[in-house]
């Protein structure tokens, strides 16, 4: 029983590269999130999705897209990547959009030169 | 979103009680009260949550003041791993699908 599982954990990107982060759960969960963590900052919302098949934006989506085919799998890609999408980036899992615990990955960490 | 309000550090010694306070005074009657905390190079880890009435796990203790504009998280018997940034967040029933704001959080030193 893995939890949530996040791949890969470190990557370096050239400025205008693209790019996809994986997100794998095993916990039947419906809801699914990304987060971006950056130094001394609190994590912001990226996309979300309620569900297989859905995705929905956060605070910051701008240069980021998002999947959900599968339920266990939400995929963050990065088109053209930017020096400012360097940061530290979480997949967190919940089993409902309230009273629920959010269940996170161990980020992966992602440098754009 | 309703905000709250932590100190940004705070220093325990080991295996003693930690009270680590929370204000919300802006909380609506439906906000539950989460706390998270992140270890070093780890994601955030769920702790406790509750509504109204104090709630116990086997990781801490969550006390909410009788008008709810405050609560306190209590570690118990603090040791080193408990050496973390933990987040005091409220969950606004009705806000976006499930998201919650983390802040800045609390950052806790423990002494040997």
């Known amino acids: 029983n893995a939890g949530v599982t996040q791949t890969p954990k470190f990557r370096v990107l050239k400025t205008g590269q693209s790019m996809t982060l994986l997100c794998a759960q095993d916990?039947?969960?419906?809801?699914m999130y990304w987060y971006r963590q950056d130094p001394g900052m609190g994590l912001r919302l990226i996309h979300y999705?309620?569900?297989?098949?859905?995705?929905a934006k956060g605070e910051v989506p701008d240069g980021y897209n998002v999947s959900r085919l599968k339920k266990q799998n939400f995929l963050l890609g990065l088109e053209s990547a930017a020096p400012s999408q360097t940061s530290v980036y979480f997949c967190?899992?919940?089993?409902?959009?309230?009273?629920?615990?959010?269940?996170f990955g161990n980020g992966t960490r992602l440098t754009v030169t | 979103d309703a905000k709250t309000t932590q100190p940004n550090s705070m220093e325990s010694n080991e295996e003693e009680p930690v009270h680590l306070p929370c204000n919300h005074s802006?909380?609506?009657?439906?906000?539950?009260i989460h706390w998270y905390r992140q270890l070093p190079s780890q994601g955030p880890e769920y702790v406790i949550h509750?509504?109204?009435s104090n709630v116990n796990n086997r990781m801490a203790s969550l006390a909410i003041a009788e008008d709810r504009k405050s609560s306190t998280l209590i570690l118990h018997r603090a040791t080193l791993r408990d050496a973390a940034v933990y987040y005091c967040?409220?969950?606004?029933?009705?806000?976006?699908?499930?998201?919650?704001?983390f802040g800045k959080g609390t950052k806790l030193s423990v002494k040997p």
């Open positions: 967190a899992t919940s089993r409902s959009s309230y009273n629920s615990p959010l269940h």
């Open positions: 916990m039947n969960h419906e809801y």
């Open positions: 999705s309620v569900g297989e098949g859905t995705t």
């Open positions: 802006t909380i609506s009657g439906t906000d539950y």
């Open positions: 509750g509504l109204t």
């Open positions: 967040i409220l969950e606004d029933y009705g806000g976006s699908q499930g998201n919650l704001i």
